[in-house]
């Protein structure tokens, strides 16, 4: 099983990115899957996830009507399409599966003028 994420960087407030998580060894609709992030100093926070039944999407009240989670199953990958950034969406996003037994090595996400 691995999880790779990419698409982190540096924006500017108000920017986007969208970050992409291949996914190998498993298949990305058997599982509840998302992103967590972790900032300088705070422990890691759920951001979204994406039931295995049906697809339905979750969010922290922090992100949510900004960021949007989908999967390419075709690609086997997961994304987090992150609009209207804010300074404190910066931290390190990872991606996960549950039980939360595998993660991503994370990818960067800094928001900043």
Do not use: H
């Not at 992409?20 to 967590?36: N, Q, R, T, V």
């Not at 994304?79 to 039980?99: G, I, R």
Request: charged content about 20%; overall charge neutral.
């Amino acid at each position: 099983v691995q999880l790779v994420e990419s698409g982190g960087g540096l924006v500017q407030p108000g920017g986007s990115l969208r970050l992409s998580c291949a996914a190998s060894g498993f298949s990305l609709d058997a599982y509840l899957i998302g992103w967590f992030r972790q900032a300088p100093g705070k422990e890691r926070e759920g951001v979204s996830c994406m039931m295995r039944s049906d697809g339905s999407p979750y969010y922290a009240d922090s992100v949510r009507g900004r960021f949007v989670i989908s999967r390419d199953n075709a690609k086997n990958t997961l994304y987090l399409q992150m609009n209207s950034l804010k300074p404190e969406d910066t931290a390190v996003y990872y991606c996960t599966k549950y039980p939360y037994d595998y993660w991503g090595q994370g990818t960067q996400v800094t928001v900043s003028s």
